[in-house]
């Protein structure tokens, strides 16, 4: 695999090595020992998957401490824009973010580090969304910003009227307010 850097450090592009023949391809998804020697120390204990049609917007999460997640995303449907938010006060990137494009046809990878809010927007007729987690959900322990924080000031490629959000993601509060309530010292 290869192990792209972005411009956040601790956030990594990883591009599996992709076998391909006249039946189709082969890719290790997921080897632990690689994934530790080249991108980051931790267990990854959740497997988590979700289906979205085009415009659906997720976003912007994190788990509040002490059950913070590290995620490892990726797509095997479809095409999304995939974001990670630095939300590590004192961090020198504290409020960037960065974007990537994940798709089942560039089999990209993204690593979102404890200490980041995540979210994505479907690009596709619909995408089909893996993710890993190295720590368990625990219901009640969610922290959000919303997606169009003008603070973060994410740029989203799309009409922003077609964005479709859940109940809850549409009355999310700022960036600074989630700051303020997550405790985000220890966010990671
Ligand atoms: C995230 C999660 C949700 N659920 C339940 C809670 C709820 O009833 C239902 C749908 O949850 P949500 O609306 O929060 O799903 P969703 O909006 O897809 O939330 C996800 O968004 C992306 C961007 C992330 O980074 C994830 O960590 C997660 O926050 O699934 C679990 O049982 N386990 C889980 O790990």
Redesign the pocket.
């Known amino acids: 695999m290869n192990v792209i850097e972005t411009s956040i450090p601790e956030v990594k592009i990883i591009e599996p090595k992709v076998f391909g023949d006249s039946r189709g391809c082969f890719f290790e998804s997921h080897s632990h020992k690689n994934f530790i020697e080249k991108v980051c120390n931790t267990t990854f204990v959740?497997d988590?998957e979700?289906h979205s049609q085009f415009g659906v917007l997720?976003?912007m999460?994190y788990?509040l401490a002490p059950y913070t997640?590290s995620?490892l995303v990726r797509v095997v449907q479809g095409k999304v824009l995939d974001v990670a938010v630095d939300m590590r006060t004192g961090s020198p990137t504290f409020g960037k973010y960065v974007a990537v494009e994940l798709s089942a046809e560039n089999k990209r990878q993204l690593f979102v580090p404890r200490g980041f809010a995540?979210?994505?927007l479907t690009l596709s007729e619909e995408a089909t969304f893996l993710?890993k987690?190295d720590a368990y959900?625990v219901?009640n322990h969610?922290g959000a910003f919303k997606w169009d924080d003008p603070t973060v000031n994410i740029q989203w490629p799309i009409d922003l009227s077609r964005v479709i959000l859940?109940e809850?993601?549409k009355t999310l509060p700022t960036f600074e307010e989630a700051i303020a309530f997550s405790y985000a010292d220890s966010l990671y």
Do not use: I, L, V
């Open positions: 959740q988590n979700s997720r976003g999460h788990q997640q995620k995540h979210g994505f993710y987690c959900f219901p969610e859940s809850k993601d």
